[in-house]
């Protein structure tokens, strides 16, 4: 079966589609035929060696995967047949990444697809949806009466955070930095819109909050505007932190941040992935909200395996609405 591979560290020219054996599932295993491969900032980072410090070796590509299992080891609670995801970052993407026309995991990872997303759209599912739930459910609980502002809103995890404060009735202020963008996130209806580009975004937060500001801020950028999001955060809010888009060193205003009470704290979907309990928590409310329709994953675009390479860069422009995915 073909993979997408690369060695060494670089940018997505380094990435080729070779042949590999497709991995017979051992006990407790199963494969899957992959139908669809989301694509995540963490994808290129990882290429790109910027990945949590990661520096790979030869890898396969693809945090994040779904399909149909086409063979199950003894043991393993699926059937030939059942359409599956796979946890992102829960197995051995160095021998198994989903940018593959197979990969082969341990049945503990993989979950079961709503009967509400199609195979195509699979791959799309659980790390936007899950990195959402963990912050602004299990840890801000945030609910209604509550603001919450989410930076980058037009990634997969930025959308995905809208569908979900919507859901749980809080009030969400999304941001972006371009105007086609706010024309897009318009059709998932957050309550208000703030382009940074064009706008001061300390004043436009207070104005919209009626000078209350936001108990949840949910931030993939980092840098300066932190200090930002300090100044719209209310007493003892959550400044979450969960990426790095921008490399500028951060000078931290500490005084705002005791004054207030503030939490500011760095965020990974490590943990909950990490523990059975919370994972099957979130997993169980995750696939109940995508039955109900209160959740639906929005596609930017899709790319063949063989257009491995268009579809790191299509993630790295940061002018998608959504998840880009392969369709292997």
């Given amino acids: 079966m073909r993979a997408a591979m690369f060695t060494g560290t670089g940018d997505a020219s380094i990435l080729r589609i070779v042949d590999v054996p497709a991995r017979a599932p051992g006990p407790g295993e199963v494969r899957i035929r992959v139908t ?45 047949g059942d359409r599956v995801g796979v946890l992102p970052s829960s197995f051995d993407v160095v021998r198994e990444g989903a940018a593959a026309e197979s990969m082969t995991v341990p049945a503990a990872v993989v979950v079961r697809t709503p009967s509400t997303v199609s195979d195509r759209d699979a791959g799309a599912i659980w790390m936007q949806y899950l990195t959402a739930w963990g912050a602004i459910v299990e840890i801000a609980a945030a609910g209604p009466g509550d603001w919450v502002i989410v930076p980058a809103a037009s990634s997969s995890v930025g959308i995905a955070s809208i569908q979900l404060c919507r859901a749980l009735g809080a009030q969400v202020i999304a941001t972006t930095t371009s105007a086609d963008k ?146 292997p």
Wanted: hydrophobic share 40%.
């Fill in 182 to 327: 706010v024309e897009a996130l318009r059709r998932f209806q957050p309550d208000a819109i703030i382009d940074t580009r064009t706008e001061t975004y300390v004043d436009r937060v207070m104005e919209i909050t009626g000078g209350a500001g936001a108990r949840v801020i949910f931030d993939p950028i980092y840098g300066p505007i932190v200090n930002d999001h300090i100044k719209v955060a209310t007493r003892e809010g959550i400044v979450f932190v969960y990426g790095v888009l921008d490399f500028t060193p951060l000078q931290l205003n500490a005084g705002g941040m005791l004054r207030k009470q503030l939490r500011l704290q760095g965020y990974t979907l490590g943990p909950m992935l990490g523990d059975p309990a919370r994972r099957a928590r979130a997993v169980d409310a995750v696939f109940a909200h995508l039955e109900r329709g209160d959740f639906a994953p929005v596609v930017d675009s899709y790319f063949t395996l063989d257009a491995i390479q268009e579809a790191h860069r299509r993630v790295e422009s940061n002018r998608q609405i959504g998840k880009v995915v392969v369709t």
């Fill in 36 to 80: 669809s491969a989301g694509l995540n900032r963490a994808d290129a980072n990882y290429r790109a060696g910027k990945y949590l410090l990661r520096t790979p070796g030869e890898s396969r590509s693809g945090f994040e995967g779904a399909g149909i299992v086409e063979a199950a080891g003894v043991g393993a609670p699926y059937a030939v």
